[in-house]
T-cell receptor, first 110, second 111 residues
Framework: DGGITQSPKYLFRKEGQNVTLSCEQN?????MYWYRQDPGQGLRLIYY???????QKGDIAEGYSVSREKKESFPLTVTSAQKNPTAFYLC?????????FGEGSRLTVL | QKEVEQNSGPLSVPEGAIASLNCTYS??????FFWYRQYSGKSPELIMF????GDKEDGRFTAQLNKASQYVSLLIRDSQPSDSATYLC???????????FGTGTSLTVIP
């Protein structure tokens, strides 16, 4: 089945550690996105990529990094520079103007 | 920042009633408009999209768009308890192909 797979679904991290969230899609979509959602809030754009080997910062890119080496994959690294990383992270992809989401990764910093 | 605003609610309606959800946006470059439903702890799922002024109906759902007023709404007819969720409005800015979201409206349908 086609879709977007995020892993892990739940992740616990100690302060000062980097973590990488995986996002893989088999929809053959060109564009991929990372959003962050905090309780009671909407989605805020972290990074997006329209094509392989190219990506742009969204509104809250500080403390995060991404890569887009393959069309299918768009991993997000939450670095120790991100001061408040506990959140629900959503990966999405788009082909013709519609945005489809993975199931999300919930990161908790202990 | 491209602003998309929604009433956070909570909005409560009795079962069988019409639920009306509203959204305004600030960027006149917005080209397409989406409504997502998000159950607690889950990812958003697309329920409606609209590109042109006017109404678009899909089953119990009707999306309405007024670009002159920068306003988009979602009507849910014959509301069911399973419709209880947070509804997110999103707009697509074609230049850059970015999607911006409102903070969501929490809807509770009371049996």
């Amino acid at each position: 089945d086609g879709g977007i797979t995020q892993s892990p679904k739940y992740l616990f991290r100690k302060e000062g550690q980097n973590v990488t969230l995986s996002c893989e899609q088999n929809l053959n979509h060109d564009a991929m996105y990372w959003y962050r959602q905090d309780p009671g809030q909407g989605l805020r754009l972290i990074y997006y990529s329209q094509i392989v080997n190219d990506f742009q910062k969204g509104d809250i890119a500080e403390g995060y990094s991404v890569s887009r080496e393959k069309k299918e994959s768009f991993p997000l690294t939450v670095t120790s520079a991100q001061k408040n990383p506990t959140a629900f992270y959503l990966c999405a992809s788009s082909l013709s103007g519609e945005l489809f989401f993975g199931e999300g990764s919930r990161l908790t910093v202990l | 920042q491209k602003e998309v605003e929604q009433n956070s609610g909570p909005l409560s309606v009795p079962e069988g009633a019409i639920a009306s959800l509203n959204c305004t946006y600030s960027d006149r470059g917005s080209q397409s408009f989406f409504w997502y439903r998000q159950y607690s702890g889950k990812s958003p799922e697309l329920i409606m999209f609209i590109y042109s002024n006017g109404d678009k109906e899909d089953g119990r759902f009707t999306a309405q768009l007024n670009k002159a007023s920068q306003y988009v709404s979602l009507l849910i007819r014959d509301s069911q308890p399973s419709d209880s969720a947070t509804y997110l409005c999103a707009v697509n800015i074609v230049s850059g192909n970015q999607f911006y979201f409102g903070t969501g409206t929490s809807l509770t349908v009371i049996p």
